[in-house]
Structures are given as structure tokens and as C-alpha cells.
């Protein structure tokens, strides 16, 4: 089947830190990837993806690598703001016409000054 | 990327009654979805619904309860009938671009007492 593992959160950071939220997938087929983030009061927005092995998908100095051979596309971020705080959510799509999106449970990332 | 929005923004209902959820966006779209985000969970596909045609709906979740209207290839409508404090939730349309990537509108906050 199809299904996301995110890392569990919440984490919390100080400013200019170094993030990684991990990611793993299954999936059947040829998925693409993706990264959505959620401020408070707000719906999704997409923050980056990925559609093929190998592909980098970047964002507002996030990154995120499709891992084919490790199943998976950790979020990372070399230096984090207060703005960063929100929720995170990793999602993968399996491309097919019925554009069903399977997301992690979430990861709750907040920032002191 | 398309934008969608989405009427009421928030609203409080009494249980046993319905509410109809609008979701609009600036361009036609093929594919439409609705999802539900329960507090502090993440995303559940509740349907998928395109034009000209009856929604499809996920397991757990059934027309009565949730009936989807279609009109047109910009709009469409999610109504929650006969709610009880379960039902109180986050809900959400997304729209899916020729390159499988999700859009989101900013949600609905249902609070049902």
C-alpha cells in the first residue's frame, strides 16, 4: 500500500539552528513527493516537492532529496527563523489520475529567539 | 498555482443542523478535493469530486453524511449534514494541477456544540 512516516514531533529549535524532519514512504509505483507546511490559523501551503529519484526540491532555503534507495525525502533547513514555526507535513502522490494524496501525520516545529 | 478560496471561513453550528462549505478557484480545474483535518491530526481524503459526475468517496465516509455538488469546473460545495461535536474539524478543497501537485485552499474551521 501506500503510506507516510514522519518523524514525531514537536520539535523545538533555537533561531539559526539546523533542521531535519525525517520522511519515509512506501508506495507502489512511481510517487511523487512533497512537503507542505501549515502556519497557525492557516491552511496547507506547498512548500516544495519532488517527482522522480534523485530530484531536489528546494524553497525558501528548505531542501528536500528523493531517496529512491532509502524510501524516503527528510525536510532540512541549514539555518531556521522564528517565522519557520508551523507544522510540517510530508505527502506523496502516486501520479495516477486518481490524485489521491497520502500525508504524514505531522511535525509541530517551533522557534525561540 | 491556482487560487482557491473557501466560504465561511470559521463558523460555530448547533448539533443536528447542516452547513455547506464553498470552495472557489480562479481557474478551471479537472479535479477537486475535499479533505477533513481533525485537531492536532493530519489530512483525511474525504472525496474527490469532478465534473459532471458523482463524487467518489473514501472509505469511511458516505454521501448522506457528506454530499458534494459539482456545477461547473471552478466550484463546488461540501455539505455537513445533521453534525454532531465529531464533526467539529478543519475541513479543506484542494485543487490538482496538470503536474499532479495539490493546491489548498485556507480551510474551513467547523465547531459544532
Known amino acids: 500500500g501506500n503510506s507516510v512516516t514522519q518523524m514525531e514531533g514537536p520539535v523545538t529549535l533555537s533561531e539559526e539552528a539546523f533542521l531535519t524532519i525525517n520522511c519515509t514512504y512506501t508506495a507502489t509505483g512511481y510517487p511523487s513527493l512533497f512537503w507542505y507546511v501549515q502556519y497557525p490559523g492557516e491552511g496547507l501551503q506547498l512548500l516544495l516537492k519532488a517527482t522522480k529519484a534523485d530530484d531536489k526540491g528546494s524553497n525558501k532555503g528548505f531542501e528536500a532529496t528523493y531517496r529512491k534507495e532509502t524510501t524516503s525525502f527528510h525536510l532540512e533547513k541549514g539555518s531556521v527563523q522564528v517565522s519557520d514555526s508551523a507544522v510540517y507535513f510530508c505527502a506523496l502522490n502516486r501520479g495516477s489520475t486518481l490524485g489521491r494524496l497520502y500525508f504524514g501525520r505531522g511535525t509541530q516545529l517551533t522557534v525561540w529567539p | 498555482s491556482a487560487v482557491i478560496s473557501q466560504k465561511p471561513s470559521r463558523d460555530i453550528c448547533q448539533r443536528g443542523t447542516s452547513l455547506t462549505i464553498q470552495c472557489q478557484v480562479d481557474s478551471q480545474v479537472t479535479m477537486m478535493f475535499w479533505y477533513r483535518q481533525q485537531p492536532g491530526q493530519s489530512l483525511t481524503l474525504i472525496a474527490t469530486a469532478n465534473q459532471g459526475s458523482e463524487a467518489t468517496y473514501e472509505s469511511g465516509f458516505v454521501i448522506d453524511k457528506f454530499p458534494i455538488s459539482r456545477p461547473n469546473l471552478t466550484f463546488s460545495t461540501l455539505t455537513v449534514s445533521n453534525m454532531s461535536p465529531e464533526d467539529s474539524s478543519i475541513y479543506l478543497c484542494?485543487?490538482?494541477?496538470?503536474?499532479?501537485?495539490?493546491?489548498f485552499g485556507p480551510g474551513t474551521r467547523l465547531t459544532v456544540l
Open positions: 484542494s485543487v490538482e494541477d496538470l503536474g499532479n501537485t495539490q493546491y
